[in-house]
């Protein structure tokens, strides 16, 4: 059974950095456009990073871009995000995500998910 599992969430102050880890199992990553979403009580849910299955080539939210890098390991079948200055709005739940033909700004368009991982910025 297909299967994303994320780690590495936790609570860290604010400037600090966490490294987020998303393994599959049943899940070749190499076959799938793969991105970062999280989620904070009350909003909805926002598309954070991406990376292509085609290219390779990333992509990222606004708020994000300059702080936060997406990376795969394909021998690990693994996917990373490595978050850098934390700032408490990057709290939230973060999810990863894959798809054949996903897209950052459509949640919609990813078929399998992770249950995410917490993380807590603090001031």
């Known amino acids: 059974q297909a299967q994303l599992v994320e780690s590495g969430g936790g609570t860290v102050q604010s400037g600090g950095s966490l490294t987020l880890s998303c393994t599959a199992t049943?899940?070749?990553?190499?076959?799938?456009?793969i991105a970062w979403f999280r989620q904070s009580p009350g909003k909805k849910r926002e598309g954070v990073s991406y990376?292509?299955?085609?290219?390779?080539?990333?992509d990222y939210s606004d708020s994000v871009k300059g702080r936060f890098t997406i990376s795969r390991d394909y021998a690990k079948n693994a996917v990373y995000l490595q978050m850098k200055s934390l700032k408490p709005e990057d709290t939230g739940v973060y999810y990863c995500?894959?798809?054949?033909?996903?897209?950052?700004?459509?949640?919609?368009?990813?078929?399998?998910w992770g249950q995410g991982t917490p993380v807590t910025v603090s001031e």
């Open positions: 995500a894959a798809d054949s033909h996903g897209m950052l700004t459509y949640p919609e368009s990813f078929q399998h």
């Open positions: 049943a899940l070749p990553l190499d076959l799938y456009d």
């Open positions: 990376i292509s299955r085609s290219d390779g080539s990333t």
